[in-house]
């Protein structure tokens, strides 16, 4: 063993220069030489219990990390605090260490790591073949060495936390932009709850029991045709519930390819899979606090419903490629176009998480159920066309009005929508003009047959329509005549916008009883 001057320097000059992995490896390096012996490890306590190193010089390299537990070891007082040595006969000492059995080794020198506070961090180990008689002055030494790693292990702990920090600072960062862009969404949708108007008796009983289901944490299951307003549903249900404060996730199962289901849903660790560069949050994480509404919940893959099925009774999840389990408080509302008590019959949806889902249901009456609402729906969706190009267009003209009350309407409401729009846009007049833009196929005959196990009914039934003729054109000229001012007369008078002459819109007020009041 050199001189104790030698000894400080070998240690100083070796390790003053490095940090972190590499100041480990040099001081386990230079304490085995400077004992002359065949190993030595640096290795940082983990609990009460156990410790891995940081550093193994086993002679003439560099070894393996490794892990282990301190009972049974020469290791257990040096975490506690204590210097220790055992100078000979070291395997016959600790029998039940099979490492020091396999190595050989007959003595051991070992000094814990111990910070200001008198914390021990960590030990620095030196062991050899053959007998070991360090002086007082050499396990002075490493002792001063010692706390010279404990200052550095204390500052690559520091490190490894602040990374930590950084990392979960990260997520959450993530986490927050993306339930940001939902909440835009949901302020460029402005909710769509104005288009949850109308009066006819299917629609006021579907809003007495989306008024009723609302408060409570119950998974709902939205039913009906495609374009009837599910999505409108949802939002109502999770806006008038107690957690509207926290996002509503939308995730369409229909416009997500098989193999992306769960990492959309269930979010993945970096390299889970092929393409997997980063960390992706999941839906039900973001929507952790808030409803998740899992729309054409039908089109799922039956893999994928087994995890789903899993969240809905544990409310908890592992991200793909991760064995970490995360908990959530998650409502579900799921929608569907589909006879899901059929799907579960042909074996493409499970029975169980059919059952599930439809804790509570309800279904969206098409709109050829819904005569009486045809009006306004209309004007509304004409009023916002408007607004959107700007053309001053003040009514929907009679003929047309009753063009859409006899058709049949296979797109819903969002058929509807959509047609005002582009009536609107192609319009040239006063008043909507629909000749060039409405289906040419006969009314009261959908164009396509409707997912529903309901077969369309023509809207020519009373039960469908309003009551009379008379009735509807009271409606209209009243909706036209408030969108005026009540103004007649004039370039943005109600004559105008209906393509009548002012005498005839008195006559008809004065027939149909209308007047401001």
């Known amino acids: 063993?050199?001189?104790?001057?030698?000894?400080?320097?070998?240690?100083?000059?070796?390790?003053?220069?490095?940090?972190?992995?590499?100041?480990?490896?040099?001081?386990?390096?230079?304490?085995?030489?400077?004992?002359?012996?065949?190993?030595?490890?640096?290795?940082?306590?983990?609990?009460?219990?156990?410790?891995?190193?940081?550093?193994?010089?086993?002679?003439?390299?560099?070894?393996?990390?490794?892990?282990?537990?301190?009972?049974?070891?020469?290791?257990?007082?040096?975490?506690?605090?204590?210097?220790?040595?055992?100078?000979?006969?070291?395997?016959?000492?600790?029998?039940?260490?099979?490492?020091?059995?396999?190595?050989?080794?007959?003595?051991?020198?070992?000094?814990?790591?111990?910070?200001?506070?008198?914390?021990?961090?960590?030990?620095?180990?030196?062991?050899?073949?053959?007998?070991?008689?360090?002086?007082?002055?050499?396990?002075?030494?490493?002792?001063?060495?010692?706390?010279?790693?404990?200052?550095?292990?204390?500052?690559?702990?520091?490190?490894?936390?602040?990374h930590e920090a950084l990392v979960e600072v990260e997520r959450l960062r993530d986490?927050?932009?993306?339930?940001?862009?939902?909440?835009?969404?949901?302020?460029?949708?402005?909710?769509?709850?104005?288009?949850?108007?109308?009066?006819?008796?299917?629609?006021?009983?579907?809003?007495?029991?989306?008024?009723?289901?609302?408060?409570?944490?119950?998974?709902?299951?939205?039913?009906?045709?495609?374009?009837?307003?599910?999505?409108?549903?949802?939002?109502?249900?999770?806006?008038?519930?107690?957690?509207?404060?926290?996002?509503?996730?939308?995730?369409?199962?229909?416009?997500?390819?098989?193999?992306?289901?769960?990492?959309?849903?269930?979010?993945?660790?970096?390299?889970?899979?092929?393409?997997?560069?980063?960390k992706r949050v999941g839906r039900f994480a973001l929507a952790d606090g808030g409803t998740i509404f899992l729309d054409e919940i039908g089109e799922l893959p039956l893999d994928s419903q087994v995890r789903l099925l899993r969240v809905l009774q544990e409310q908890e999840f592992e991200p793909v490629g991760s064995s970490v389990t995360q908990r959530v408080d998650v409502r579900v509302i799921a929608a569907t176009n589909r006879n899901l008590a059929e799907c579960v019959e042909n074996g493409t949806f499970r029975a169980d998480l059919y059952f599930r889902l439809n804790v509570i249901p309800l279904e969206v009456p098409p709109l050829r159920e819904r005569g009486s609402d045809i009006t306004q729906l209309a004007l509304h969706f004409l009023t916002r066309a408007t607004r959107k190009t700007g053309k001053p267009i003040r009514g929907i003209g009679t003929a047309a009005l009753e063009q859409m009350l006899r058709y049949a309407w296979p797109g819903n409401v969002r058929e509807l929508e959509n047609l005002i729009e582009r009536a609107v846009v192609l319009s040239s007049g006063p008043a909507l003009e629909l000749a060039s833009v409405f289906p040419s196929e006969p009314t009261g005959t959908p164009r396509a047959a409707a997912k529903s196990s309901a077969p369309p009914a023509p809207l020519a039934s009373a039960a469908t329509k309003p009551a009379t003729i008379e009735e509807v054109e009271r409606a209209h000229i009243l909706s036209v005549l408030e969108s005026t001012s009540w103004v007649i007369e004039g370039p943005r008078g109600a004559a105008q916008a209906l393509n009548v002459s002012p005498s005839t819109i008195r006559s008809r007020m004065k027939r149909l009883g209308l007047n401001r009041g």
């Not at 949802?234 to 509207?244: D, E, K, V």
Request: glycine fraction near 8%; proline fraction near 5%.
């Open 175 to 278: 986490r927050l932009q993306a339930e940001n862009v939902y909440l835009q969404d949901e302020i460029r949708a402005e909710h769509n709850f104005e288009e949850l108007i109308g009066t006819s008796e299917p629609w006021q009983k579907l809003m007495q029991q989306v008024r009723s289901v609302a408060a409570t944490n119950s998974t709902v299951l939205v039913a009906g045709e495609t374009g009837v307003g599910k999505e409108l549903i949802a939002r109502a249900l999770h806006f008038g519930s107690a957690r509207r404060a926290r996002p509503l996730v939308k995730v369409n199962c229909a416009a997500i390819s098989a193999g992306l289901v769960e990492s959309e849903l269930f979010g993945h660790v970096k390299g889970a899979f092929t393409g997997a560069f980063e």
């Open 1 to 162: 063993m050199p001189a104790e001057p030698e000894f400080l320097r070998i240690l100083t000059d070796g390790t003053a220069p490095v940090t972190g992995d590499k100041f480990f490896q040099l001081l386990a390096r230079h304490a085995a030489e400077a004992l002359d012996a065949r190993y030595a490890f640096a290795a940082e306590t983990l609990n009460p219990n156990e410790s891995r190193s940081l550093a193994y010089w086993e002679g003439t390299g560099f070894g393996e990390g490794f892990s282990y537990r301190f009972p049974g070891t020469p290791c257990l007082r040096v975490a506690q605090g204590h210097v220790c040595k055992t100078l000979s006969g070291l395997r016959e000492a600790f029998p039940e260490d099979v490492w020091l059995q396999q190595i050989g080794v007959d003595s051991y020198v070992g000094v814990p790591m111990r910070v200001a506070t008198g914390e021990v961090l960590g030990h620095l180990a030196v062991l050899h073949t053959e007998p070991m008689d360090p002086t007082p002055a050499a396990l002075a030494v490493l002792q001063i060495f010692a706390s010279r790693g404990a200052v550095e292990l204390q500052r690559v702990q520091t490190e490894r936390a602040l």
